[in-house]
């Protein structure tokens, strides 16, 4: 890897999206309203406190990987990438630089949505803030990492789409969000524990009762950054030098 090339990817990136301020505010706001048309549904602070902090890593995790996977899609069918792999810079450089990128908006994103829920939604957490701002942030991270990964199989945008149910829906219902993984069948547990969002959900229900950061939050929260970095890894290897 070479630092100089990912960050050149880096600011390729980012130029791309400063052009188009419209679709980067409705990025950056969207788990915000989400959160706040969910605070007005619940009408009751503390239900919304027992469900927020869980959807806090979903709606970010949801929202990029959707916009990954679509806009690295439009850069392979367009041939941004295979143009870009015909230069001496690595795999790894294209997709960390991908990450960078669109990983710097999912900071701003996860910041603003927990700002506005502890602040003005009524969001009671007995853990620290920084510690839920830093697993919702791997959270997104991890969305981020999948959509780079599963573009290298849809050929258009519709496809890519339909990687949401796939990929996502699955995790969205057996993290824990609904029912505790403990008093699932046998079968539907195994299947909890080896999705990563059930470790990013674990992790903030135990920042949103407890204040401990014990050895359980801190594997859960590597667990998460480890399968982020895994699918990293393995978009880089879809990367093609030329289109088949």
Known sequence: MSSTATFATFRRILTQLRHD??????????PTVLMVLLRFVLNS????SGIAPALLGIFPFTIMFLITSITTLRERTTGTLERLMTMPIGKLDLVFGYALAFG?????????????????????????????????TLDALLGTALGLFVSAFARTEFQAIQFMPVIVLPQFLLCGLFVPRGAMGWLLNAASDVLPLSYAVDALTQVARSAEVDGVLLRNMLIVACCAVLALVLGAATLRRRTP
């Open 45 to 48: 602070a503390q239900r919304f």
């Open 21 to 30: 301020p419209r679709a980067v505010a409705l990025l950056i706001a969207m």
């Open 104 to 136: 710097l908006l999912a900071v701003v994103q996860v910041t603003v949505a927990v700002s506005v829920s502890l602040a003005w939604l009524g969001l009671a957490i007995t853990g620290s803030m920084w510690t839920l701002l830093l697993i919702t």
